[in-house]
């Protein structure tokens, strides 16, 4: 099946600091991808659409300046925390749909961020 | 987006046959119903997807009746490795549309 990556799998940072997540399609091409959060105990929450050559959608409630969202290329998808707190500890999860497998989504393996 | 309600948790035992339902009386006619499956620290995993009837894959079985108002997964002989989330949602057959997770049901499988 298609493979989705996320780097790091898991940052500490220091408040204030900004952290780069990347969200990779091995071995397909996903002009769409999403990213969730996911707190301990709770649900994914969907965050933002990430679209290829185009701007990020976000969910209502999601602060596009703070969550910066880049589709710089067909396989690749970033996720920037800027100034990151406490309350930004979380699990950060990314999906992209194979084109070829057109009902369903894969999900990367995450990336645990914790911020100090 | 139809809301989907199901049980927040169940205990099962290896061996045993696991049924998780889920509702969602208000699914439109264009909606499917798509299982996922979620480890401790890890991203979702498809598991089965349906519209009507019964599907059935080398995981597991999906269930639905004709009203749709309701589905059932069905995972035979379950063993400690299937102790996960499973996340029941309705929408879109096509994957490039936005899933948005419910609470899911927390599956407790002991020796």
């Known amino acids: 099946g298609a493979v989705v990556s996320q780097h790091p799998s898991r940052v500490i940072c220091k408040s204030g600091t900004s952290v780069k997540i990347e969200c990779r399609s091995l071995?397909?091409?996903?002009?769409?991808m999403f990213w969730y959060r996911q707190f301990p105990k709770q649900s994914l929450m969907l965050m933002a659409t990430?679209?290829?050559?185009?701007?990020?959608?976000?969910e209502q409630g999601v602060e596009k300046d703070k969550f910066l969202i880049n589709h710089a290329s067909l396989t690749l998808s970033t996720l920037t925390v800027t100034s990151a707190h406490p309350e930004d500890s979380s699990f950060y999860i990314c999906?992209?749909?194979?084109?070829?497998?057109?009902?369903?989504?894969?999900f990367g393996p995450g990336t645990r961020l914790t911020v100090l | 987006l139809a809301k989907t309600t199901q049980p927040i948790s169940m205990d099962s035992y290896e061996g045993q046959e696991v049924n998780i339902t889920c509702s969602h009386n208000?699914?439109?006619?264009?909606?499917?119903i798509t299982w996922y499956q979620q480890f401790p620290s890890q991203g979702p995993r498809f598991i089965i997807q349906?519209?009507?009837t019964k599907v059935t894959n080398e995981v597991a079985s999906l269930f639905i009746p004709a009203d749709r108002k309701s589905s059932t997964l069905s995972l035979p002989r379950v063993s400690l490795s299937d102790t996960a989330v499973y996340y029941c949602?309705?929408?879109?057959?096509?994957?490039?549309?936005?899933?948005?997770f419910g609470a899911g049901t927390r599956l407790a499988v002991h020796p």
């Open positions: 208000n699914i439109a006619t264009n909606d499917y």
């Open positions: 999906s992209a749909p194979n084109r070829g497998a057109s009902s369903e989504q894969f």
């Open positions: 071995d397909f091409q996903a002009t769409t």
């Open positions: 349906g519209y009507k």
């Open positions: 949602l309705v929408g879109d057959r096509g994957g490039y549309n936005k899933l948005i």
């Open positions: 990430s679209n290829e050559g185009s701007k990020a959608t976000y």
